[in-house]
């Protein structure tokens, strides 16, 4: 069974802050996923990837696979980036997931 | 586009009830799940269906049963329920990207 660590498990930031979380995973995948968890608790799908980097809006994921890391970083954060952000990996068989990290953005 | 949608969204069981969660998909989508979150614990797969008619097993599958009747539908029953299934339910498919239902409260008291 695959391993899925997240750090750092709490971040407070100031808005316009520069924010990465960290995703390290122990044997190989087949896709790498980063979810979103609002505040009101509805789980969204931010980004799956396997290779390379990805960019959607503020956001982006980036994976190493040689070094089973990935990592989600905000630009420009804002207050409504407010949640908890989760990395999981697998494919058919279910997802294996890290246990969050929560992120503040203090206007 | 429902999405995916789970009822009910809170519930409260005694000791040894049972009930079913339903979940049901519109996105035509062959895979689908049973995730349950707990403080501290992250969410963990209970069981999923790969297919119309097919289920398995996932890493917490004891003490709840599934059936993928129709393509669909994915429902989640607990037999006789335990205070250690107090949790938050998920349902979720995929073709991919997964998407989730908005969960479901559970509390057994």
């Known amino acids: 069974k695959n391993e899925v660590e997240q750090s750092p498990q709490n971040l407070t930031a100031q808005e316009g802050e520069f924010i990465t979380i960290n995703c390290s995973y122990s044997?190989?995948?087949?896709?790498l996923h980063w979810l979103q968890q609002h505040p009101g608790g509805g789980i969204v799908s931010l980004f799956m990837l396997s290779s390379g980097k990805k960019k959607h809006g503020r956001l982006i994921a980036t994976i190493n696979i040689q070094e089973k890391h990935s990592s989600l970083h905000i630009t420009a954060s804002h207050p409504r980036d407010s949640a908890v952000y989760i990395c999981?990996?697998?494919?058919?068989?279910?997802?294996?997931f890290g246990k969050g990290t929560h992120l503040i953005i203090q206007p | 586009n429902a999405g995916v949608t789970q009822t009910p969204k809170f519930r409260v069981l005694k000791t040894g009830q049972s009930m079913t969660l339903l979940c049901a998909q519109d996105?035509?989508?062959?895979?689908m799940y049973w995730y349950r979150q707990d403080p501290g614990m992250g969410l963990r797969l209970i069981h999923y269906s790969v297919g119309e008619g097919t289920t398995a097993k996932g890493e917490v599958p004891d003490g709840y049963n599934v059936s993928r009747l129709k393509k669909q539908n994915f429902l989640l029953g607990l037999e006789s329920a335990a205070p250690s299934q107090t949790s938050v339910y998920f349902c979720a498919s995929s073709s991919g990207i997964a998407f989730f239902g908005q969960g479901t409260r559970l509390t057994v008291v």
């Open positions: 044997v190989g995948i087949s896709a």
């Open positions: 996105m035509n989508h062959e895979y």
């Open positions: 999981a990996e697998g494919g058919a068989d279910g997802l294996t």
